[in-house]
């Protein structure tokens, strides 16, 4: 199998607003900006991040093999590469194992800071629900 050049791999666009993955979906695709702005969500709706042309992601899940744990949303137009299991598999079977073992790690902790954010969040929206309307009972 001959590894594709990122001029090779297609693209998709997408409009402001527009889903390009969801929390739970098998993790099958790595998406690389060519132009405008994702933004990425977690389950609950907490904003851990807006990516910019250059930026790649969608990567955590496969990486890690877990269905994606995030939604990941147009935030403008934009124009993304998308890079298919089969042309990412050559290309990590390409790199020194030591990267690999690099980006595995950076991966599940990416993981880990997400999923402790949106406990924070889950907490912290809690705690303001039960915040009295500032007068004394």
Same mark, same amino acid.
């Given at each position: 199998? =001959?590894? *594709? =050049?990122? *001029?090779?791999?297609?693209?998709?666009?997408?409009?402001?607003?527009? /889903?390009?993955?969801?929390? $739970?979906?098998?993790?099958? @695709?790595?998406?690389?900006?060519?132009?405008?702005? &994702? #933004?990425?969500?977690?389950?609950?709706?907490? $904003?851990?991040?807006?990516? @910019? !042309?250059? !930026?790649?992601? +969608? !990567?955590?899940?496969? /990486?890690? =093999?877990?269905?994606?744990?995030?939604?990941?949303? #147009?935030?403008? *137009?934009?124009? &993304?590469?998308?890079?298919?299991?089969?042309?990412?598999?050559?290309?990590? @079977? +390409? #790199?020194?194992?030591?990267?690999?073992?690099? /980006?595995?790690?950076?991966?599940?902790?990416?993981?880990?800071? @997400? #999923?402790?954010?949106?406990?924070?969040?889950?907490?912290?929206?809690?705690? *303001?629900?039960? !915040? &009295?309307?500032?007068? $004394? $009972?």
């Amino acid at each position: 199998m =001959s590894i *594709k =050049s990122v *001029k090779q791999i297609p693209h998709r666009t997408y409009n402001a607003g527009e /889903i390009i993955y969801s929390v $739970d979906e098998q993790s099958r @695709n790595v998406f690389l900006i060519h132009s405008g702005q &994702v #933004a990425i969500e977690t389950r609950l709706g907490l $904003d851990v991040g807006v990516l @910019n !042309e250059g !930026e790649i992601f +969608g !990567e955590v899940g496969h /990486i890690t =093999s877990k269905p994606r744990t995030v939604t990941a949303r #147009a935030k403008t *137009k934009c124009i &993304v590469k998308v890079i298919d299991e089969d042309t990412l598999k050559a290309k990590m @079977n +390409g #790199a020194d194992p030591i990267c690999l073992a690099i /980006i595995r790690g950076l991966s599940m902790r990416i993981s880990d800071a @997400n #999923a402790k954010a949106e406990q924070y969040w889950k907490e912290l929206s809690l705690y *303001k629900a039960l !915040e &009295v309307d500032g007068t $004394d $009972d």
